[in-house]
């Protein structure tokens, strides 16, 4: 058992990727994207560490974090989310602080809107009309729950709730108000300074909702000097200058001090690159790992009568017609470090796929595996059947008679399906960002990094570039995966 599982070890760490010493992994609130890119750019600068930051919603961080995602720094929006990290033991002793508050306000859309006096009973629903209120998501998210605390605190919740436009962080709100999707929208203030397309006209009490306070907090299996010098370095002088303009308050501070300068966007950045690059891979692998297991299962639903045949073609395109966060999360339940697989896989062979580009590589072919089947099923069936029973009358056995005539026969399919996979493992989304997050550098493909840019203001030049390589590259699959089927049909066909 020792020599298996050395060698099984052996053979994943072969595709895995390595750790890197000096970097440090934050998981940070939306809000936080401007001012926290900042203080990494300076702290890198300074130190020579680097810096990777996933953001998003902070309960979804957290269940991430829980779930066993390789952060090494949370830093959320509410207390509420770093409670339940604190509580599931994943927050090393004395590392908690309160470190960042803010305020609650009505942006609009625009630069000539009115202001608006925000008090009980003000007429929220009136400045509406027709329009949709831009929050987000009230029962789970950060600034959706404050903004629903506010809104029942001054009486107008009732009148507002069926216009309420609700998005998977605050950022995500933010945007549909920049873009004119929704007249106004409730954010945090420090939102409000990061775009320039929107107005700030009304700002809520404080007695109207809950103080907001941004935690932080190292996190268990970090802890080397990075981690800790650059969660001080969070509530340096040069930290608080960054998250001051930025419309933060600093609760909490340290005298030592971080300068330096910001990173410089090109055509592509290097984090654009690396996106497109992790996509490659992970689509790369996804179809290699899964083509061998597509002609089998192709060829077996496509030849054989079987008990339980149309069980296995409905189980090999149910990822097709699950919502792909279905798919994500069912492999999360099972892959993940509590899964009853991946707790296996980590315990007796200390692999891990969650969080993981490598599990980003399992997604992608989970999700791609139906279409190569079907290309691949496809072309299995439009051969006929009696050249292969010729081939066995002569004595041939039905594995050589697969190899011989069958499978040169089915290549130009086989190719089709694979190219086809490769395609769609470079497009997927859903069900990876739900297994794997979306952590630049290690998890985060194209897709991925195209939904965050979008998230941010003034992002919309960085994701239109990231949606032009996209489609050249899915428009250049199609084409070759046409182009080499043709040639390779003349070829068979010439022989």
Not at 270 to 280: I, M, Y
Not at 364 to 383: G, K, N, S, T
């Amino acid at each position: 058992m020792p020599r298996l599982r050395l060698a099984f070890a052996a053979l994943v760490a072969s595709v895995a990727a390595p750790a890197l010493a000096d970097e440090v992994v934050v998981f940070a609130a939306a809000s936080l994207k401007n001012a926290l890119d900042a203080v990494a750019a300076d702290y890198e600068a300074a130190t020579g560490n680097t810096v990777t930051i996933s953001y998003g919603g902070s309960n979804a961080l957290a269940k991430q974090i829980i779930e066993g995602a390789p952060a090494d720094i949370f830093v959320s929006a509410a207390e509420t989310w770093m409670d339940k990290v604190e509580k599931a033991g994943l927050v090393v002793d004395g590392s908690r602080t309160d470190l960042l508050g803010n305020t609650l306000v009505l942006v609009a859309h625009g630069k000539d809107a009115a202001p608006v006096e925000i008090g009980p009973g003000f007429d929220l629903a009136g400045l509406l009309g027709d329009g949709k209120l831009s929050m987000a998501m009230v029962d789970s998210v950060p600034a959706g729950q404050y903004g629903k605390e506010a809104l029942e605190s001054l009486g107008v919740w009732a009148g507002v709730e069926a216009s309420v436009a609700q998005s998977e962080n605050v950022r995500a709100a933010l945007v549909l108000v920049s873009t004119g999707e929704a007249p106004f929208g409730i954010v945090y203030a420090s939102d409000a300074v990061a775009d320039e397309t929107v107005t700030v006209v009304g700002t809520f009490p404080e007695d109207s909702h809950k103080p907001i306070i941004y935690p932080a907090a190292l996190l268990t299996g970090a802890g080397d000097a990075a981690d800790k010098a650059f969660l001080e370095a969070l509530s340096a002088d040069a930290a608080v200058a960054r998250f001051t303009e930025q419309g933060f308050v600093v609760l909490n501070r340290s005298k030592a001090g971080q300068r330096g300068k910001g990173g410089m966007t090109d055509w592509l950045s290097p984090d654009e690159w690396r996106a497109v690059a992790l996509s490659l891979r992970v689509a790369f692998w996804a179809t290699l790992v899964s083509l061998p297991l597509g002609v089998l299962v192709a060829y077996a639903l496509a030849r054989w009568n079987f008990w339980g045949r149309t069980a296995l073609n409905g189980l090999v395109h149910l990822p097709l017609i699950l919502p792909p966060v279905v798919t994500g999360y069912l492999l999360l339940l099972t892959f993940g470090r509590k899964g009853f697989v991946g707790q296996f896989l980590d315990q007796w062979f200390g692999i891990v796929l969650a969080f993981r580009w490598t599990g980003a590589v399992l997604a992608a072919a989970v999700m791609a595996f139906p279409l190569m089947v079907r290309a691949i099923r496809l072309a299995i069936e439009a051969v006929d059947p009696r050249l292969e029973q010729a081939a066995g009358t002569l004595g041939a056995s039905r594995p050589w008679v697969f190899v011989t005539v069958t499978l040169p026969l089915i290549l130009p399919g086989i190719i089709a399906g694979a190219i086809l996979a490769f395609a769609k493992a470079m497009g997927e989304f859903g069900a990876t960002i739900t297994f794997v997050s979306n952590i630049p550098g290690q998890t985060q493909t194209l897709p991925s990094a195209i939904y965050a840019f979008l998230q941010v203001p003034g992002g919309d030049d960085q994701a239109f570039r990231l949606v032009l390589v996209a489609v050249g590259v899915a428009m250049g699959a199609l084409i070759l995966s046409e182009w080499v089927s043709r040639a390779v049909a003349r070829r068979v066909a010439g022989q």
